[in-house]
C-alpha cells in the first residue's frame, strides 16, 4: 500500500497520509512519499487547492520513533532533512493547501500542517512538539510556530512536550476552526471548494502574496502587492467576474 495516497477531482486534489497502523508516522520513506505527491501535484497547472488528512484516527504522530532511535550524527542529518523536504514541498505548492486534523497531530505532524495555509480540527484532535521528551530539539519548520501563536506559546510547547487540546490550540490560533469530530470531512470539503469557486489565477496569486509577507517588510509587502494586483487586469477576468457580482446585487 502506498505510503500517501493522491486522489483528484476537477481541480482539487486530497493528499491522504496512509500509515493508519503507526498512526500515520513520517518515517523516511514517508517523508519522501510526501514530497514526491506535492512536487507532483505543484507541476498540474490546473490544480486549485490541496486537502491534506491522515487515514484513520489519527492525522499523524510524528517523525517515526523506531528508525529515529537507530540513528547517528550522520543519518540523522539526513533523516531531519528529509521532513524538512516534505514540509518545505508542502509551503512550495502553488495552491493553497488546507490540512484537516484528526486525533493526534504531534511532531514532525503539527510542523507539516504549519506548512499549510488554513487548518482546520477536530474536536478530538491533540497537538504537542514532544521532542525533548526523548532527548532531542524541535527543530526545522517548528520555526514556523512563532509567527502562527507567538513567542512565548511556541515556547511552551518545545519546552515542555505539554499535550494542547483543540480548543485551546483554536484559541492560541494554531488552527482557524474547530468542529465536531462526525463532521471534519464535510466542512474541511466545503472549505475547500469554496477555494475551487474563485479564479484560479487569482487564488494562486493571493498563495504567494500570503507567503511573501511572512518574511517581506511591510512596505516591500504593500509594493509586492501593488504589482500584482495591476497585472491581474491583463486579463478580463477580473471585468467579467465583478460585472456578474454586480448584476447578482441587483
Do not use: Y
Amino acid at each position: 500500500m502506498s505510503l500517501v495516497e493522491i486522489t483528484q477531482d476537477s481541480g482539487v486534489a486530497t493528499v491522504t497520509l496512509s500509515r493508519p497502523e503507526k498512526r500515520n508516522a513520517l518515517s523516511s520513506d514517508a517523508a519522501r512519499a510526501v514530497a514526491a505527491a506535492f512536487g507532483e501535484l505543484s507541476r498540474d497547472d490546473a490544480l486549485r487547492v490541496v486537502l491534506l488528512n491522515g487515514a484513520g484516527p489519527s492525522f499523524c504522530a510524528g517523525a517515526d520513533v523506531r528508525e529515529m532511535a537507530g540513528l547517528d550524527p550522520v543519518s540523522a542529518e539526513a533523516f531531519i532533512r528529509g521532513l524538512h523536504h516534505a514540509i518545505a514541498a508542502v509551503m512550495d505548492c502553488p495552491v493553497p493547501v488546507v490540512a484537516a486534523i484528526q486525533g493526534t497531530c504531534v511532531g514532525a505532524g503539527l510542523e507539516l500542517v504549519a506548512g499549510a495555509d488554513l487548518r482546520i480540527a477536530a474536536d478530538d484532535a491533540r497537538f504537542a512538539m514532544p521532542e525533548v521528551l526523548v532527548g532531542v530539539p524541535s527543530v526545522i519548520e517548528a520555526a514556523l510556530l512563532p509567527r502562527l501563536i507567538g513567542r512565548g506559546r511556541s515556547a511552551r510547547l518545545v519546552l515542555t512536550g505539554e499535550v494542547v487540546g483543540a480548543a485551546l490550540a483554536e484559541r492560541w490560533g494554531l488552527v482557524e476552526e474547530v468542529v465536531a469530530t462526525g463532521e471534519l470531512a464535510a466542512r474541511a470539503a466545503a472549505l475547500v471548494q469554496s477555494i475551487a469557486e474563485a479564479d484560479p489565477a487569482a487564488v494562486r496569486a493571493q498563495k504567494l502574496l500570503c507567503r511573501q509577507w511572512d518574511t517581506l517588510a511591510l512596505a516591500d509587502a504593500v509594493e509586492a502587492s501593488v504589482a500584482v494586483f495591476a497585472a491581474s487586469f491583463t486579463t478580463d477576468v477580473p471585468r467579467r467576474r465583478m460585472a456578474a457580482a454586480l448584476e447578482r446585487r441587483g
